[in-house]
């Protein structure tokens, strides 16, 4: 099973690749559950529908109740520069908003190397080998 939200296939060089991760305070949790339970209508569509996106997680923080964890995968500038214009964008800000949100602390990375974890023996590797 493939990992990305598109054809794995499809995956530019990784020197383009852009990590968006970050976390959504809400004032409450039950706001930050319903938030997320509610998502999906504008998760799925950039998922399945915007090019370049090649991974879209919205999902609860197990250890703070009010928090929310963002992580998303684009292939390169211009597909995030396209999601950010895009209405699934704006659609999710607001959404956000009905449920009290407080602040969000987002933050993206453009990658230049990418390795699998473990290797041959099923180790995890800090080096990319």
Wanted: glycine fraction near 6%.
């Amino acid at each position: 099973m493939s990992t990305f939200c598109g054809d794995e296939a499809k995956v530019p060089s990784v020197s383009q690749m852009i990590v968006l991760a970050g976390t959504a305070e809400f004032a409450t949790q039950e706001g930050r559950d319903a938030c997320l339970a509610t998502s999906g209508q504008y998760q799925e569509p950039a998922r399945t529908s915007e090019p370049g996106c090649l991974a879209y997680y919205f999902c609860p923080d197990p250890v703070v109740g009010t928090r929310m964890v963002v992580w998303e995968l684009w292939a390169d500038e211009a597909s995030l520069a396209a999601h950010f214009a895009h209405p699934n964008y704006k659609n999710m800000g607001q959404h956000f908003a009905k449920f009290d949100f407080i602040q969000g602390n987002f933050k993206k990375y453009r990658v230049d190397k990418m390795g699998d974890v473990y290797d041959e023996t099923f180790t995890p590797r800090a080096d990319f080998f």
